[in-house]
């Protein structure tokens, strides 16, 4: 029985409309009726994951309880910073396909042992947890260039997706390989809206499209 996946998003909503989008072109359908049944909350007033860590907890564990009552089975976050709050939306009594745990088994799979990591503090904190659980050593960007990163970060989710954002997303990717990165994250959602594979001459790891592929195998087991 094809499970029905709810979706905690809007943060932003580009970024969730790109998963959904992922989730869509991974689904394998001969009909129309193939397609997962999806429940989607974009919910663009959750509190900023990066400053109020304890209202972002709370929308998070409301709109986990509301896509449970709305038929949800299975939960996925098309935000990596809010999986800094992962129990309080299992907490719904509902399975999570972890967005953190997906990315690091995509970047292992991809051969790399040291990986490059563009995301929040909050998101980094993450992933060199799971990284190390992994067996995976996270290279993350200097203060200064985490700075940066932000600001663009910011950037896009007011909707400047254009060269020069592309550019200065391209050139941080770029010293984290100069790091020793043997493979780069996606550790953020809004970092593929400007970036792509073709940006890096090592593997890049879209973890919202490595999310997207996940949600697919678990709603079809």
Same mark, same amino acid.
Request: hydrophobic residues 50%; glycine residues 10%; negative net charge.
């Given at each position: 029985?094809?499970?029905?996946?709810?979706?905690?998003?809007?943060?932003?909503?580009?970024?969730?409309?790109?998963?959904?989008?992922?989730?869509?072109?991974?689904?394998?359908?001969?009909?129309?009726?193939?397609?997962?049944?999806?429940?989607?909350?974009?919910?663009?007033?959750?509190?900023? *994951?990066?400053?109020?860590?304890?209202?972002?907890?709370?929308?998070?564990?409301?709109?986990?309880?509301?896509?449970?009552?709305?038929?949800?089975?299975?939960?996925?976050?098309?935000?990596?910073?809010?999986?800094?709050?992962?129990?309080?939306?299992?907490?719904?009594?509902?399975?999570?396909?972890?967005?953190?745990?997906?990315?690091?088994?995509?970047?292992?799979?991809?051969?790399?042992?040291?990986?490059?990591?563009?995301?929040?503090?909050?998101?980094?904190?993450?992933?060199? *947890?799971?990284?190390?659980?992994?067996?995976?050593?996270?290279?993350?960007?200097?203060?200064?260039?985490?700075?940066?990163?932000?600001?663009?970060?910011?950037?896009?989710?007011?909707?400047?997706?254009?060269?020069?954002?592309?550019?200065?997303?391209?050139?941080?990717?770029?010293?984290?390989?100069?790091?020793?990165?043997?493979?780069?994250?996606?550790?953020?959602?809004?970092?593929?809206?400007?970036?792509?594979?073709?940006?890096?001459?090592?593997?890049?790891?879209?973890?919202?499209?490595?999310?997207?592929? *996940?949600?697919?195998?678990?709603?079809?087991?």
């Amino acid at each position: 029985m094809t499970k029905t996946l709810g979706v905690l998003g809007g943060m932003g909503p580009a970024a969730t409309l790109d998963f959904l989008a992922k989730l869509q072109a991974a689904t394998p359908v001969a009909k129309e009726q193939d397609h997962l049944r999806v429940l989607v909350d974009i919910n663009p007033k959750v509190p900023d *994951r990066n400053v109020d860590d304890e209202g972002a907890r709370t929308a998070l564990a409301a709109m986990a309880v509301g896509l449970r009552d709305a038929g949800a089975q299975v939960l996925a976050i098309a935000c990596n910073t809010a999986h800094a709050h992962a129990e309080a939306v299992t907490a719904s009594g509902l399975p999570l396909v972890n967005l953190i745990e997906t990315a690091g088994l995509a970047a292992k799979a991809a051969g790399a042992a040291r990986v490059g990591v563009l995301g929040t503090a909050g998101a980094l904190a993450l992933y060199r *947890r799971e990284f190390a659980h992994q067996g995976l050593e996270a290279v993350t960007l200097d203060d200064h260039e985490q700075v940066e990163f932000m600001a663009l970060l910011y950037r896009i989710k007011r909707g400047d997706v254009g060269p020069a954002s592309r550019e200065t997303m391209a050139a941080l990717a770029h010293r984290l390989v100069g790091k020793g990165a043997q493979a780069v994250v996606a550790g953020c959602t809004e970092v593929p809206l400007v970036m792509g594979a073709a940006d890096l001459a090592v593997p890049f790891i879209d973890a919202t499209e490595a999310l997207a592929r *996940r949600c697919v195998e678990v709603c079809l087991a």
